[in-house]
């Protein structure tokens, strides 16, 4: 290394670094479709930027957020006019026509940034940012148009100026780096990235960088970098931690897949409430980056997105296929290597998830784009997930890892879609997978599978086990697990069917008791209530949800109103105590603890569980009903108690109760859902 680091030698930058790529002679300056010298000042937000373009047509157009000013421009040091061409919202759009012979537009903008909205809460952030500055943090999204794009896809070089303490970065390969001397007081660095790229998000912050370099058998060593501020680096082990893991997680998926495509990667803190990935880096709130699931989970499933998403690219027109496979390598895979049970707890969710969709509100996974809202979620995580792991049970281990590795050696840095995966898995199995890749991807919803009879007759020395099988249409080709209970021992066999009514028959070794299908979840279907526990996911996605006032005092009616609004996706309707009983869509039952009791007592519905009873400053709890709407009820102790539930209730949609201490859960879960075992009758 340049800088004279060992591998694993721990940096805490304190001194001015150059890095350059090790070994690498320049022979001449690479050119990039875009090259941009920014210079930021958080604290008055104030933004200068010069950006070299090669424009892919002679007539450029490009866009800017409305803070941001055009104040030169020029071809190849001519200078040139720059046009309205319309708005839309807070971004408008630019016109140049490069003079004929000229290749390099050179523009010179400015402007004030808005400040970063702290207000805004995680639902907020996925719907898009302009850019935002402040000195806790700074976020210049792709989206919020802060620099003129080349092309849809293009390479950029971007330096960096920002002052004193501040920190500054954007994804791709660092290039150089300059601390604050004496003379500038700034500090500079300078990115690559030389495959095709969507867009640019710059980051800065009062951070402190740590940076382990981790090396390779075969490739050069890999640059491991946190970027913290000063509290959060402070904390013990943490950023330690986090580059250990990244480590952990880059070997993994460098062994799964193939060798990574970047030169380092950077776990980078933001003052906003959700976590971003994108090439070369994450972007994680500062609080959450010291819960201990960001480094068990959503560091590695954002690691692996820089083969999923950031390497191989999604095809907007064709559908996402990389949340589901980098949930089900990620997020899923980690639950296998925990337990069995873990496993089947992560596919319930999904399953559960999926039957609290309103039915109506499916969607096919063939046509989930992002994630808006937690239907979507549901589909574009869950079933696809869920969809990979059927293929995996399909196909085998083997064949299933040979695809993936093939995949990515064939769709690196390019667009890929749907049919690009299924062309690789139909490939590594030797065999047609269209009939699987077309039920699961275009259909929207499940199927709804169950076992009307079950009949049994010696033949032989054996027993003769005949079903019938019946689903909801349109029917789908499905390989389903069946256990068969036989002298109270469960023995796990496989069935094939495909019509809406199917009679399957076999031999088992002695008369069987009973028997229950996909006992272990592994089929994508609509479960029955006797698999579904009611969970409060139900009411966050509802698309009519309503509530209820249980108390009357003022404090405790404004706590509620305000758990109300936030708990919900779309604001709910408030009902009179006396309506709990009628309609359909879900309602929630708000109040203290005696005035809730008295509410379910006058309605005739369950009493508070025994299980909760008398815990905790606020107990929450789903009620199980075979008529009238589903209830889900939260009840406090007093309205601070109820205030408390804020900011954390929404987090828990996965679960049917919860025991709350303030803002701190003390115990939660989801009520016992026992699979329905269905009788074998003898026949004789
Ligand atoms: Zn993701």
Request: charged share 20%; aromatic share 8%.
């Amino acid at each position: 290394m340049s800088d004279g680091l060992r591998p694993q030698t721990l940096l805490t930058l304190i001194a001015v670094v150059a890095v350059m790529a090790s070994g690498t002679v320049r022979a001449a300056a690479p050119s990039f479709d875009l090259d941009l010298d920014v210079e930021l000042d958080p604290a008055t937000r104030r933004f200068h930027a010069v950006a070299t373009v090669a424009p892919a047509a002679r007539d450029f157009r490009f866009e800017l957020h409305e803070s941001l000013q055009v104040t030169t421009a020029s071809a190849d040091g001519k200078s040139v006019g720059v046009v309205a061409a319309g708005r839309e919202g807070p971004i408008s759009a630019w016109r140049v026509r490069m003079p004929a012979g000229t290749a390099r537009l050179r523009l010179e903008y400015r402007g004030t940034l808005p400040a970063l909205d702290r207000d805004l809460d995680e639902r907020g952030v996925l719907r898009g940012l302009p850019p935002m500055a402040s000195e806790d943090g700074s976020f210049l999204s792709a989206a919020g148009a802060w620099y003129p794009q080349p092309a849809t896809l293009f390479s950029y070089k971007v330096t960096v100026s920002v002052p004193g303490d501040q920190r500054a970065l954007v994804p791709g390969r660092l290039h150089t780096e300059s601390l604050p001397s004496g003379v500038s007081g700034r500090y500079r660095a300078s990115f690559e990235f030389a495959h095709p790229a969507a867009g640019i998000d710059l980051m800065a912050g009062p951070w402190l960088i740590r940076e382990k370099v981790m090396p390779r058998a075969n490739a050069a060593p890999l640059r491991l970098r946190t970027y913290f501020p000063r509290e959060l680096d402070a904390v013990a082990g943490l950023a330690d931690g986090y580059l250990d893991d990244t480590r952990r997680y880059l070997e993994l998926y460098e062994e799964e897949i193939g060798a990574y495509p970047f030169t380092g990667f950077s776990v980078v803190a933001s003052p906003l409430p959700t976590g971003f990935g994108m090439a070369t880096l994450t972007y994680i709130g500062a609080e959450v980056l010291k819960l201990p699931f960001i480094r068990a989970t959503s560091l590695g499933h954002e690691v692996l997105h820089n083969w999923w998403g950031n390497g191989v690219y999604v095809d907007d027109a064709t559908g996402n296929w990389s949340e589901g496979l980098t949930t089900f390598m990620a997020d899923y895979a980690y639950k296998e290597r925990e337990s069995g049970a873990a496993a089947r707890a992560s596919r319930l969710a999904w399953l559960r998830d999926f039957a609290a969709v309103p039915a109506g509100h499916h969607q096919s996974l063939a046509a989930f784009r992002s994630r808006t809202h937690g239907a979507a979620a549901t589909v574009g995580y869950g079933k696809s997930a869920m969809v990979f792991l059927m293929l995996r049970d399909a196909i085998g281990e083997d064949a299933f890892g040979r695809a993936l590795r093939a995949f990515w050696e064939e769709h690196r840095f390019a667009n890929a879609s749907w049919s690009d995966l299924q062309a690789a898995f139909e490939k590594a199995a030797g065999r047609s997978l269209a009939p699987f890749f077309e039920q699961w991807l275009d259909r929207a919803g499940g199927p709804a599978v169950k076992i009307t009879a079950a009949t049994a007759k010696a033949e032989g020395g054996k027993v003769r086990l005949t079903l019938t099988v019946v689903q909801s249409a349109p029917a789908y080709a499905l390989h389903l697990p069946l256990e068969i209970v036989i002298a109270g021992r469960a023995e796990l066999r496989s069935i094939d069917v495909g019509g809406l009514r199917d009679v399957v028959t076999m031999l088992v070794d002695a008369m069987p008791e009973g028997v229950r299908l996909d006992p272990e979840l592994r089929v994508w279907r609509v479960l029955d209530r006797a698999q579904l526990p009611p969970i409060l996911r139900q009411w966050v996605i509802a698309p009519a949800p309503r509530w209820v006032q249980a108390s009357d005092a003022g404090d405790v009616r404004e706590a509620a109103t305000a758990l109300a609004k936030r708990f919900f996706e779309v604001p709910p309707r408030p009902l009179s105590r006396d309506a709990l009983n009628k309609g359909a869509e879900p309602v929630m039952l708000m109040g203290l603890h005696p005035d809730v009791d008295a509410a379910l007592s006058d309605a005739g519905l369950p009493s508070r569980p025994a299980s909760l009873a008398g815990r905790g400053s606020a107990q929450v709890w789903t009620i199980e009903r075979d008529d009238g709407p589903p209830i889900a009820v939260v009840s406090a102790r007093d309205a601070v108690s109820l205030r408390a539930l804020l900011t954390p209730l929404p987090h828990y949609g996965a679960q049917s109760w919860l025991v709350f201490d303030g803002r701190r859960v003390l115990d939660r879960g989801v009520w016992q859902a026992p699979g329905r075992l269905v009788a074998v009758q003898s026949e004789r």
